[in-house]
């Protein structure tokens, strides 16, 4: 039973470029879960979304991120025009259901030049 | 919003000593989890408590729930090398649909 999968591991991008970050949930999962961490720091969260729904993105800056899980396919995390500020680790986590535990992906650590 | 606080933020210890980190918040929780992430990886859960009072054991660590669903703690007997990681607690509120985290423990065992 796979567990969360994210692609890319690193991720490496120049100011201006976009940034495409992909999680597959656990088999079963509808729930996905976006958070950042720098490092020595906890997990801020970012987005919550179920299939084709964003539940909840108030932890996502107003401009250049974008969040989507569509009915096919793994859930994106988009950042356009990337700035230094935006280097990071990016964790997913998937769940049932509302309100159940989260399981982690391995994140996707982005580097912007 | 709900805000957990988790202290100490930095432990360090000697291998064989005793801890225990501390996640408090001023909100009710329908329930709390406990992870626990390595440097380069992604966080890894170590257990849920969902019933005040409640006491879980997963080997040398010990987990409570406060009677109030309010605060949880975790006690490591015998410290390992092997323990060291970041320790975070998250917890479900009870109407909100995304889990709240803790910034986390660092903790260091040395050999």
């Known amino acids: 039973n796979a567990g969360v999968m994210q692609n890319p591991r690193h991720l490496v991008r120049r100011r201006g470029q976009e940034a495409r970050l992909r999680c597959s949930p656990m088999k079963g999962h509808s729930h996905v879960y976006w958070y950042r961490q720098l490092p020595e720091e906890g997990l801020k969260f970012m987005v919550y979304l179920q299939k084709e729904n964003i539940i909840d993105e108030s932890g996502m800056p107003k401009e250049r991120f974008s969040a989507e899980f569509p009915k096919e396919g793994p859930s994106i995390l988009r950042i356009q025009q990337v700035v230094r500020g935006d280097s990071a680790a990016y964790f997913c986590a998937s769940s049932p259901g509302q309100g159940h535990e989260q399981f982690f992906g391995p994140g996707t650590r982005l580097t912007v030049l | 919003t709900q805000l957990l606080e988790q202290s100490p933020q930095f432990l360090s210890i000697q291998e064989g000593e005793n801890l225990t980190v501390y996640c408090n918040s001023s909100s009710v929780f329908s329930s709390l989890q406990w992870y626990r992430q390595e440097p380069g990886e992604g966080p890894v859960l170590l257990v849920t408590?969902?019933?005040?009072?409640e006491v879980k054991k997963l080997k040398r660590l010990t987990f409570q729930f406060g009677d109030a669903r309010k605060d949880s703690s975790l006690h490591i007997t015998a410290a390992q090398p092997g323990d060291t990681g970041l320790y975070l607690c998250a917890g479900n509120g009870v109407y909100a649909g995304k889990s709240t985290f803790g910034d986390g423990t660092t903790l260091t065992v040395k050999p």
């Open positions: 408590v969902v019933t005040g009072g």
